[in-house]
């Protein structure tokens, strides 16, 4: 069975940009979460969907969204972009119900300039 | 708040040399724990889920235990492919909302010199 897929894996943009990154679940998963993950802070919670929906949100700023399609693959958008952006961006899918094991994709490494 | 604590923040072994690493935790009832792995400039990799207090579960040179405070990670005769960190994560019975559905701690960064 093929694990999450993220892309890009690198990604260097600069200041006031905007970026997309994708997320592909493991098959027959719903449930996307996404991690913003730094030295300092560790993995910090951005927000889940479920079925095209988003259920929670981390407390982040508006300039970070995501979204959820069909096929459950997720994406998420991150407008003007700031230096304290850099970091790996995480995704993780689980099952519909019960005990929420995740399972990570390899992130993308985003640098902003 | 649920809160997840790792201990300590990097440890240093010698091959050969078992210790373990700590997860304390407060949560409002626990539905699971889990353990990870992960290499630098990689996505985490699961490897534990522990369901109630009493429980264990090994993989190779790892045994995870758990106990209705805390969890611990015994690394018997760890080999230098061992260097990771490690991170740990609950899930509470209110789980979801502005922390999601696990909660993390910031992990313990494992060094295992030949």
């Known amino acids: 069975k093929a694990g999450v897929t993220q ?3 690198y990604l260097i943009k600069t200041r006031g940009q905007q970026v997309t990154l994708s997320c592909s679940p493991i098959s ?4 996307v979460s996404w991690y913003q993950q730094t030295p300092g802070q560790g993995l910090q919670f951005l927000f889940e969907y479920f ?3 988003q259920r929670n949100k981390g407390n982040f700023p508006g300039r970070f969204s995501g979204r959820q399609f069909s096929n459950s693959r997720s994406e998420m958008n991150v407008s003007t972009l700031e230096l304290g952006d850099s970091a790996l961006y ?4 689980s099952g519909p119900t019960g005990i929420k094991t995740q399972y990570f994709g390899p992130g993308t490494r985003l640098l902003v300039l | 708040e649920d809160q997840v604590t790792q201990s ?5 072994l010698q ?8 997860c304390s935790y407060t949560v409002s009832g626990l539905r699971g724990l889990f353990w990870y792995r992960q290499d630098p400039g990689k996505g985490p990799e699961f490897l534990f889920t522990l369901y109630s207090a009493g429980e264990e579960k090994e993989k190779e040179r790892l045994k995870a235990t758990l106990t ?6 015994h690394i018997t ?3 230098p492919e061992d260097s990771a960190t490690y991170l740990c994560a609950v899930q509470g019975l209110n789980y979801g909302g502005s922390q999601g559905n696990l909660i993390f701690g910031k992990g313990t960064k494992l060094s295992v010199k030949p």
Do not use: D, I, Y
Request: include cysteine; proline fraction near 8%; charge should be positive.
């Open chain 1, 7 to 9: 892309t890009p894996r």
């Open chain 1, 28 to 31: 027959g998963h719903r449930s």
């Open chain 1, 51 to 53: 079925s095209e929906t």
């Open chain 1, 90 to 93: 995480l995704c993780a899918s």
């Open chain 2, 8 to 12: 300590p923040e990097a440890l240093r």
């Open chain 2, 15 to 22: 091959e050969g040399e078992s210790s373990s690493l700590n």
């Open chain 2, 68 to 73: 209705k405070k805390e969890s611990f990670l």
């Open chain 2, 77 to 79: 005769a760890p080999k």
